[in-house]
């Protein structure tokens, strides 16, 4: 079925090193994406988002790629901090679903001194 | 400024019983939802508010399931006859508009964890 998916569940990343996160969306028509931030025991923080008529977004540390042509988002943090360590989901909003996120099933980045 | 608050933060109830989760959105936001967690899984839609209406409540799972949202503001998600399968976490989020053009960031509380005994 349609979904949004990660390919890799768990992330090592060495402290200084910038961490790259992948996702794979199934629905074309989906126009709308963000990027979470999950830590133990909190709900989903608000990274990034980038619309359908752009391919990159920079935000602070962070930048989110996003391909139409294989349906890839992607997001990239530049020198992984300790306080990065969190799970993070992708989430896209299909177009004419009144905003309702779909999320994917998350991958753990863990950053190592 | 105040996020995204939700009550209670930790609800433990026997099978059976009804429980009531209470969400209160960041001000001035009109569009309002409720996901579910279960244990090390992605989020799963509920239910969306458009001020006190709910135009998409495809993501119920059951007619145990109820959501109420009063003055464009606080919402309250019901469960009747609770069973274990319920147990999660259910997270609220909020945004400054809704709708399928508003492409606006929800943001969320930290959730009620609700375990079923």
């Known amino acids: 079925g349609e979904s949004v998916g990660l390919h890799l569940p768990t992330l090592s990343v060495q402290e200084g090193d910038n961490s790259i996160i992948n996702c794979a969306y199934s629905n074309s028509a989906s126009d709308y994406f963000i990027w979470y931030k999950q830590e133990s025991g909190k709900g989903p923080q608000f990274i990034i988002d980038i619309r359908s008529n752009m391919d990159k977004r920079q935000g602070q540390r962070v930048t989110v790629l996003l391909n139409k042509t294989v349906k890839h988002l992607s997001l990239q943090i530049a020198a992984t901090q300790p306080g990065d360590s969190a799970v993070y989901f992708c989430?896209?909003?299909?177009?004419?679903?009144?905003?309702?996120?779909?999320f994917g099933t998350g991958t753990r980045l863990q950053v190592t001194l | 400024g105040a996020g995204v608050s939700q009550s209670p933060s930790n609800k433990v109830t026997e099978k059976g019983k009804d429980v009531e989760l209470r969400c209160d959105p960041i001000?001035?936001?009109?569009?309002l939802y409720w996901y579910r967690q279960s244990l090390g899984q992605g989020l799963e839609f509920l239910i969306y508010f458009q001020g006190n209406s709910a135009p998409d409540k495809s993501g119920l799972p059951s007619d145990r399931f109820s959501a109420e949202r009063t003055g464009g503001s606080v919402s309250t998600l019901t469960i009747q006859r609770t069973q274990q399968e319920d147990s999660a976490v259910y997270l609220c989020?909020?945004?400054?508009?809704?709708?399928?053009?508003?492409?606006?960031?929800?943001?969320f509380g930290d959730g009620t964890r609700l375990s079923i005994l």
């Open positions: 989020a909020s945004s400054l508009t809704g709708g399928t053009a508003s492409n606006q960031p929800q943001h």
């Open positions: 001000s001035g936001h009109t569009a």
């Open positions: 989430a896209e909003n299909r177009a004419g679903t009144a905003s309702k996120l779909t």
